[in-house]
């Protein structure tokens, strides 16, 4: 289908009769009050520690592009709400053949994209094919890789076609943004279908979001958004303080919190989190190729205290990847329990009676310098030396997620039901249990819910015991708003932060 382009998504037919409809509207908007007349119009300053390091998804982002683009600016066939429920989204509706290959979707009608090309199938496929590329860096792209085949026999329709039965493809289509067949440049401008599209963004410090138009859904509830950017917690604390922004999107430390809590002009909500802060070990090298010694780091560190020192009353403790909001969730904190002696046990058994050197990557953001130092000090006690190397996000993403090439290094992930990524061996820190790989790669062939999530509970009880990772705590997600601010997602499934909703009432 032949594309046109559109004048501020309008034909020049259309001019003439959309601006008496403009007209019409605006004398209706006259009798709005002023207080909802406000409301519609204000203008929503947010505050982030997660600048995106460019603006697609596919190409190395960051948690920031996800926070301020998902749902915001870019949607997707499905939608994972704040409550971790799939949704249809771009989908219509869809069916699924008797044997679980095919997938056949119906799109919204009427959908545009920002530039005011329609959205066709043609996009869908094309969105769904730069996600599973070769050059692409997503994260989700080998839980696509079942795809064998896409059709689009019209406009409206897409079928899919899986080589094996994946019961988690509406949930892992999510992921998958919806772009225009026809965009370019993508990393530094957009064209999605969301209720926003991209104002200014002043890298190093703001990214705004305008009002779309001809948005096909519901109108956002203000009149634009802005993601205003901050490298240091404190900074981030004194602008809502000030007033210079009116809500933060997660607050990074509880000693922030004394600040808000008994103050009637803010309101804090402590959600949901799917934010594990992991120290992640490279299996493929010395020594960390050795369960043993994985086991007895494992040991060395009191993640109570840690958490405690971190957080305070905030955070939960973890035995595992796996947070309570997955369904296959157990409690696993008592597989490798704090216990010095046995750590130091297991290090001669190892080979390591004297103990070792290794390099922790640490990036340069809170809280991970915090906690390299907690760990470099309880390490010491069981004759284990830390040497911290601080390194940027960027290093971080090219050195060692992109490169592998690390020892050990801490990281924050963020997603939502990631045990899939042990399942991969090629991921950056080169877990390889192919008891693992064949259950994860099993569940997501199940013909039901219930025997998905038995496989993956036993993936997760096998990849604890392997200490594939070092799980220190999982975060609180602890959203702090001015008093009059409401209708902001409280839960940090993903790290998205939908703003549609979002309410700034007048004081």
Do not use: C
Request: aromatic residues 10%.
């Amino acid at each position: 289908m032949t594309k046109f382009n559109l004048i501020g998504g309008l034909t020049r037919r259309q001019f003439g009769t959309r601006a008496l409809v403009a007209s019409a509207a605006m004398v209706a908007m006259l009798a709005v009050s002023p207080a909802v007349l406000a409301q519609a119009t204000a203008v929503i300053e947010i505050g982030s520690l997660y600048e995106p390091q460019n603006l697609d998804n596919t190409a190395g982002a960051g948690q920031g592009i996800n926070e301020a683009f998902n749902g915001n600016v870019y949607e997707a066939l499905f939608t994972l709400t704040d409550k971790g429920t799939v949704e249809k989204g771009l989908a219509a509706d869809y069916t699924v053949s008797d044997d679980g290959l095919v997938y056949t979707f119906k799109l919204q009608p009427g959908v545009t994209f920002h530039s005011g090309d329609p959205l066709t199938a043609a996009d869908v496929k094309y969105s769904i094919e730069r996600v599973t590329a070769e050059t692409s860096k997503s994260s989700r792209k080998k839980s696509l890789s079942t795809i064998t085949k896409i059709e689009t026999p019209d406009d409206q329709t897409v079928v899919i076609t899986l080589s094996e039965r994946s019961i988690s493809l509406p949930y892992n289509l999510s992921y998958v943004w919806i772009v225009n067949d026809a965009a370019k440049s993508l990393t530094d401008a957009e064209d999605g279908t969301g209720p926003y599209k991209l104002g200014e963004w002043r890298r190093g410090s703001s990214l705004a979001l305008d009002l779309a138009p001809k948005y096909w859904g519901a109108a956002p509830t203000n009149g634009s958004v802005v993601f205003n950017y901050f490298t240091d917690a404190t900074a981030l604390n004194n602008a809502l303080l000030t007033g210079a922004v009116d809500i933060i999107t997660s607050v990074q430390s509880p000693d922030a919190l004394s600040q808000f809590k008994d103050n009637a002009g803010f309101t804090v909500t402590n959600g949901q989190s799917t934010t594990k802060e992991v120290l992640a070990f490279n299996d493929r090298v010395a020594p960390f190729d050795n369960l043993k010694v994985r086991k007895a780091i494992a040991r060395s560190v009191d993640k109570k205290k840690l958490l405690q020192s971190i957080w305070g009353d905030y955070g939960t403790l973890i035995g595992s990847f796996v947070p309570p909001t997955d369904p296959w969730y157990v409690d696993l904190t008592s597989v490798d329990p704090y216990d010095p002696e046995s750590a130091k046990a297991l290090l001669a058994e190892a080979g390591f009676a004297n103990g070792f050197t290794f390099t922790l990557d640490t990036p340069d953001y809170d809280p991970h310098p915090v906690v390299a130092e907690f760990l470099k000090s309880e390490l010491a006690k069981v004759g284990v030396t830390v040497d911290i190397k601080i390194i940027t996000a960027n290093e971080w993403y090219t050195k060692v997620y992109q490169a592998k090439d690390f020892q050990a290094t801490l990281q924050e992930h963020v997603n939502h039901r990631d045990i899939v990524f042990y399942g991969n061996p090629d991921f950056y820190w080169g877990y390889n249990n192919p008891q693992v790989v064949n259950l994860i790669k099993q569940s997501e062939s199940a013909a039901t819910i219930d025997d998905q999530n038995a496989k993956l509970t036993e993936a997760n009880k096998l990849i604890a015991e392997d200490a594939a990772s070092g799980w220190l705590y999982l975060y609180p997600q602890i959203v702090v708003s001015a008093s009059n601010v409401s209708g902001y997602p409280v839960n940090g499934l993903n790290s998205q932060f939908y703003a549609a909703n979002i309410v700034k009432a007048a004081k």
